[in-house]
């Protein structure tokens, strides 16, 4: 009678109300009727009406009612972690799965650490402890980015026996990747008897995640042999396209997206947005364009993806065509399409149009300014020489200025040699506890090109004593399938001298068609002769210099960097371009430079300097 009334009083039973009660004639029944009440429920008070029928008619020791209620709880979108603590106190004796509700429910919200305490409470009230409870234990370690917590996990995994659960040991391999520990996550992978694609896409991703990208892209091989019977998925594929994109790994990005046709993934809005973004990382825009072209249901990431594509390779105006078609067909802009228009005009020296977009962003669409949406105004700003509006839109912003900020001010000063702003702009950084070896490095660069040595000394003295080290530059180049890194001077290759002996007869070349080499900071000691021969052999250097040697001539060369490539590698690559007949395409780290017949698609508007 009474869980009659309490159905009538939700408006979804009313109706049903009296034959409810000419039905309930059995326990049982009633019992079916309070569990599709409880999965109805969407009200607090209408789970504490439920809640005081439960101790009333004593249902709440009932396991099946008990653990939907607390479900109904912890796990639903509006939870209620007190209140579900609460509830379980209630509980007399507490089975495997309500401790698991609960241990899950805490593992995904701001109190991870309540979950490994119920975890440890499951063994002191003696209650069995599943592969579940250890699952959702370990994700409470990932929350908590807890390594020492998961090996404990780990070892009471073990001592259970449930050392051959394939989902459980997934989850740890998780748990190892998040904690930085590779090794041990590949040792879990191989002690997982039957493996499925979900382990190999978690590995996959460790390897990214720990910088071991490039074995990250052999699984995909591994995965196809059949050894394990698990093919790659569309999951395999997103991950993989990332890794072709930080390697610059054009080749094996086309490899994949074959698979992706030939396995009937192509129609998926997110492998395709992330296909625009490998091949426009990669320079290859035509590609990305068909891609693009290709897709049925174009969203707005399709577009941001596409705008920001035609950013990074120097094509700012038609970056901004697309913004406006992209309007004309009725899709709203994000934050990220305005990252994207900005960044074009930024690297194409659109003042006028950055300036406007700026103001539209927040104006005409309602999308609040972010650290990204100014940082690129700041950019913009300082590329053009309008340095003291750059710094005063800094400390006009809504948002606090993180170090990124100002070192991209930073790099503006040392192009347009303002010493007083660049030194003061380094103050900023040693406030935020942020500064770096390239602000350093930058700041020496701003010295040096005004001819203050004195100054030059100093910080040079001061890095010395501090220990202050540049971040080396790295540079990648596939070949094959193959990546080859190099870093400045590098004597490491296999084919070290041929690409030495190559890169000599470069220079030799080079010289005679006018390139005359731009001297660094570091060598304004030296004669003018000398410093020509001094200059480091840099990254990207080498790195072009084994593309000649390794294929054939016509072909273009394609190179990544870690750093902004500096002035003297972006005249060498220039040139190159026309006396050898090659296109040569850099990413570099924030953006791509195409040189062609001795032109450089940026049209030399950028020239910030490397860190080395």
Not at 479 to 488: A, N, P, R, S, T
Not at 532 to 550: N, R, T
């Amino acid at each position: 009678m009474k869980l009659i009334r309490l159905m009538g009083q939700i408006p979804h039973y009313r109706s049903f109300a009296t034959a409810a009660f000419l039905a309930a004639q059995t326990l049982e029944e009633e019992r079916r009727q309070l569990l599709s009440l409880i999965k109805s429920c969407t009200q607090k008070t209408h789970l504490l009406q439920v809640h005081a029928h439960l101790i009333r008619t004593s249902l709440l020791q009932d396991p099946t009612i008990s653990l939907n209620f607390l479900s109904r709880l912890a796990l639903s979108p509006a939870r209620d972690m007190d209140y579900s603590r609460q509830f379980f106190t209630q509980i007399s004796d507490p089975l495997s799965s309500h401790y698991n509700t609960m241990i899950r429910a805490y593992s995904t919200s701001n109190s991870p650490l309540e979950g490994l305490y119920m975890y440890r409470e499951m063994k002191r009230q003696s209650v069995r402890v599943n592969p579940l409870s250890s699952s959702f234990a370990i994700k409470s370690c990932i929350k908590l980015s807890s390594l020492l917590g998961g090996v404990q996990v780990h070892a009471r995994i073990l001592t259970d026996g449930h050392q051959s659960d394939s989902l459980l040991l997934t989850t740890l391999m998780d748990l190892y990747s998040c904690c930085e520990r590779c090794d041990e996550a590949c040792k879990v992978f191989d002690d997982i008897r039957d493996r499925d694609t979900v382990a190999w896409n978690v590995l996959i991703s460790c390897f990214m995640r720990n910088d071991r990208t490039r074995d990250a892209l052999v699984l995909f091989d591994i995965m196809q042999s059949g050894s394990d019977g698990c093919e790659p998925d569309d999951v395999t594929c997103l991950l993989l396209l990332q890794a072709c994109t930080h390697l610059n790994a054009l080749e094996f990005g086309e490899k994949i997206h074959a698979y992706i046709g030939e396995h009937g993934y192509g129609t998926g809005s997110k492998l395709c947005n992330s296909l625009i973004a490998m091949y426009s990382r990669c320079g290859c825009l035509e590609k990305a364009y068909g891609v693009f072209n290709g897709m049925l249901n174009k969203n707005v990431v399709s577009w941001s993806a596409m705008i920001s594509g035609l950013a990074m390779n120097g094509h700012g105006t038609e970056a901004i065509e697309a913004f406006w078609e992209m309007q004309k067909i009725g899709i709203p802009p994000d934050d990220q399409t305005f990252t994207g228009v900005l960044s074009a005009c930024s690297h194409c020296g659109l003042v006028d149009e950055g300036m406007m977009f700026f103001d539209l962003m927040s104006k005409e669409f309602g999308i609040a300014h972010n650290t990204h949406h100014y940082g690129c105004v700041v950019d913009l700003l300082g590329r053009a020489g309008l340095l003291d509006q750059a710094y005063q839109l800094i400390l006009s912003m809504s948002v606090k200025p993180d170090s990124t900020m100002w070192r991209t001010l930073l790099g503006a000063c040392r192009i347009h040699a303002h010493v007083t702003l660049g030194e003061r702009v380094v103050g900023h950084l040693i406030e935020l506890k942020a500064q770096e070896a390239g602000d350093y490095a930058l700041l020496l660069n701003i010295y040096s090109s005004a001819g203050k040595w004195d100054k030059v000394i100093e910080v040079r003295k001061f890095m010395q004593e501090k220990a202050i080290q540049t971040t080396p530059g790295c540079s990648t180049i596939v070949l094959k399938g193959v990546v080859h890194e190099f870093v400045v001077d590098d004597v490491s290759h296999p084919r070290k001298g041929e690409i030495y002996e190559m890169l000599n007869e470069i220079n030799q070349q080079l010289k005679i068609a006018g390139y005359v080499a731009e001297v660094s900071a570091e060598l304004h000691n030296l004669v003018a002769e000398e410093k020509g021969d001094a200059l480091p052999y840099h990254s990207e250097k080498l790195a072009i210099a084994f593309g000649v040697l390794s294929t054939p001539p016509g072909t273009t060369i394609r190179v990544a960097k870690n750093l902004r490539t500096c002035v003297d590698c972006h005249n060498f690559a220039k040139v190159l371009s026309g006396v050898y007949n090659r296109e040569v395409i850099v990413r570099d780290r924030t953006r791509f430079h195409h040189f062609k017949e001795g032109r450089c698609s940026c049209n030399d508007y950028w020239r910030l300097p490397s860190l080395v």
